[in-house]
């Protein structure tokens, strides 16, 4: 998944764009997904690449957006979660939550 998204530019300045630009991406590469997943009734991943959880986010302080993807890894339905961000600081999110492998993948803002 991220070698997919590397080899594309993003318009980085809201979470809505650059989800509409990863589901063009994956539409494109004809990769199945499902957007906006409801895991629970608090937790909605905005999309589910097989068994992958993606979360996008532009905004959000380290240990918040940690705490989220941690009750996304509480799921059986998600096996990894990949962060799509335009926050450097989120590089330092933990690379295993609940026992599942964590990726981080950060945005340049204004692509």
């Known amino acids: 998944?991220?070698?997919?998204?590397?080899?594309?530019?993003?318009?980085?300045?809201?979470?809505?764009?650059?989800?509409?630009?990863?589901?063009?991406?994956?539409?494109?590469?004809?990769?199945?997904?499902?957007?906006?997943?409801?895991?629970?009734?608090?937790?909605?991943i905005d999309f589910m690449v097989g068994r992958c959880g993606v979360e996008v986010k532009v905004k959000g302080t380290t240990p918040s957006v940690q705490r989220q993807l941690e009750r996304y890894a509480e799921h059986d339905e998600v096996e990894e979660i990949l962060l799509v961000t335009t926050k450097s600081a989120h590089v330092s999110i933990a690379r295993e939550l609940n026992g599942k492998p964590v990726h981080v993948f950060i945005l340049q803002r204004g692509l």
């Open 1 to 44: 998944m991220i070698r997919v998204l590397r080899t594309r530019r993003f318009v980085a300045r809201s979470e809505d764009r650059i989800q509409e630009g990863i589901a063009y991406v994956l539409k494109n590469e004809e990769i199945p997904f499902r957007r906006e997943v409801s895991l629970a009734p608090r937790d909605r």
